[in-house]
């Protein structure tokens, strides 16, 4: 052998000493837990809130119905969306009967004003739950009565 045969053979590794460990480390158990599953019941709860807009697309009933199939499909697997969508249906079924109660104003003009004083908050605390929910808040509706517990 030559001398640049030989510093070329010295220089190349062995087959048998080649690592075979992959190049990225492996998943510590905390960064498991961060990913998609860890904002899973977050996203499920703003979705027991966000579900009751099924209200204003014609969906008869769509204001309860909406989050109680949410809360229906998922309250045994996360503790945040059970009481979320709790909460969700406290608050749809207090704005129905406050719905409701408001009708009958309607002969005296003060129900028109009423029910679109509920409609505007209806929509603008649906929409503040969710993005509260989202981050992970147990939000509580203002008004609500508290039919389940």
Known sequence: MNDE????????PHPDTVSTA?????????????????????????????????????VPL????G?????????????????QGKEALNFQLSMLLYTLACIPLICVCVGIVLLVLLGVLHFVLMIVAAVRASSGECYRY???????K
Do not use: K, M
């Open 22 to 58: 992959p190049a990225t480390p492996p998943i510590a158990p905390q960064q498991a837990l961060e990913g998609p599953d860890a904002s899973a019941p977050r996203n499920w709860a703003a979705a027991c809130h966000l579900a009751a807009l099924c209200g204003y697309a014609s």
């Open 5 to 12: 045969q030989q510093t070329a053979h010295a220089e190349a």
């Open 62 to 65: 769509g204001f309860v119905l």
């Open 67 to 83: 989050p109680l199939i949410v809360w229906a499909l998922r309250r045994d697997r996360y503790p945040l969306v059970d009481d």
């Open 142 to 148: 203002p008004l609500t009565i508290r039919f389940l």
